[in-house]
C-alpha cells in the first residue's frame, strides 16, 4: 500500500514534469544473513522476481496515467545499487517513499542520510513522499 502511493506521487510529478519514470527494486537480502546462509543465493532469486512482478504493475499504472515507464531490478546493496542506477540513466530526481510503519528503514535516514549521500556523490535531487 505504501509503495502505491508513492508511485501515484511519482506518476504525479511525472505528469507535471512530462518527464519519464524509470521504477527500481533493489534486492537487499542481507537482512536474512544471520537465519538462512546457505540459502541466500536462492531468497535472492525470489526477490528478485518478487521486484519484476511489483514494478510490472507499476508500471502499467504509470501508463495509464499515460506516463512512459521502464523497470530495473538490481541486487545488492539499495543505496548503492540506486545511485549506480540513477548515474547509468541519467535521472534528474529520485523519488522514494516514506517508509511503512513496520520497516526497518527510518523517514530519518531517508531524508538526511540517503538524500544527502545521493546529492554529494551525484548531484540528483532526492525527495521523500
Request: aromatic share 6%; glycine share 6%; no cysteine.
Amino acid at each position: 500500500e505504501a509503495s502505491i502511493r508513492t508511485q501515484q506521487r511519482a506518476i504525479e510529478i511525472a505528469k507535471e514534469r512530462a518527464g519519464k519514470l524509470i521504477f527500481i527494486f533493489v534486492a537487499d537480502v542481507r537482512f536474512l544473513e544471520g537465519f538462512t546462509a546457505p540459502r541466500l543465493p536462492a531468497m535472492e532469486g525470489e526477490m528478485e522476481h518478487l521486484g519484476e512482478f511489483l514494478l510490472l504493475m507499476a508500471k502499467e499504472r504509470a501508463e495509464k496515467e499515460g506516463v512512459e515507464a521502464d523497470t530495473i531490478v538490481r541486487k545488492g546493496i539499495f543505496a548503492a545499487a540506486l545511485i549506480e542506477a540513477a548515474r547509468e540513466f541519467g535521472v534528474s530526481l529520485i523519488i522514494l517513499g516514506s517508509p511503512a510503519d513496520q520497516s526497518h528503514t527510518t523517514l530519518d535516514y531517508l531524508e538526511n542520510k540517503l538524500s544527502a549521500k545521493i546529492k554529494e556523490e551525484t548531484g540528483i535531487e532526492t525527495i521523500v513522499v
